[in-house]
């Protein structure tokens, strides 16, 4: 294995526990019971990489044929409703700071699953088509997260939280046509700090797109 594709599993596993993390961190602020938790951290880790391998008519999905990659989102998720169980009092005495180390780790995986499937679209030869590999990147970011939400019953954040999307599909953009022309641990880099850093600043300073709201009764 060369190096680069040795960047791209470590990417792709940090983005796996990042998003295991985040997901199973949400399900318990949503009340659900250790099944819940479990599946939902393993959805929002793999559902967007199983996205991405239908898209590009991958079956099944990688994800689910790596047992490492399966092993790491059901035990990361555990492991976290294991810590809030033993913790509970501190866990929801403290929601506004768990809710930013949630932040923190959903754009750490939003960065890592960006990434890697602008990279995995253009090595399945679709480099020349540049809506569609960053578009790709997009959906293996958001994927996950989309499910998640949908299945707790909660209005995807994709659609209205803090510039979600818009920081995905900015890193998107900067890594297809960064790869093209500088070092690709430069293009990783750029990408990811872009992606992080409007994450991380939307939420502090909850900055949103534009919106139409309902006019209030005179």
Request: with cysteine.
């Amino acid at each position: 294995m060369d190096t680069i594709s040795l960047i791209f599993e470590i990417i792709e596993f940090a983005g796996i526990t990042a998003f295991a993390i985040s997901g199973a961190m949400i399900s318990i602020v949503r009340k659900m019971d250790v099944f819940g938790v479990v599946f939902l951290g393993f959805v929002t880790a793999l559902g967007g990489g199983a996205f991405r391998d239908v898209f590009l008519g991958v079956f099944p999905p990688r994800n689910f044929c790596n047992g490492e990659n399966l092993f790491c989102a059901v035990v990361t998720s555990l492991c976290v409703f294991i810590v809030a169980k033993i913790f509970n009092r501190f866990f929801f005495d403290n929601y506004k700071k768990i809710n930013t180390i949630i932040n923190v780790f959903d754009a750490l995986g939003l960065a890592a699953f960006t990434v890697s499937g602008v990279r995995l679209t253009i090595e399945a030869g679709y480099g020349d088509h540049e809506f569609f590999s960053i578009f790709m990147g997009l959906l293996t970011a958001v994927g996950g997260g989309l499910l998640r939400d949908i299945m707790s019953r909660e209005k995807p954040m994709i659609f209205c939280k803090n510039v979600y999307a818009t920081a995905v599909l900015l890193g998107a953009i900067c890594y297809f046509y960064l790869s093209i022309f500088v070092n690709e641990i430069v293009a990783i880099s750029v990408a990811s700090v872009v992606i992080v850093a409007i994450r991380i600043l939307a939420a502090t300073f909850h900055w949103d797109l534009p919106k139409i709201e309902r006019p209030t009764q005179q």
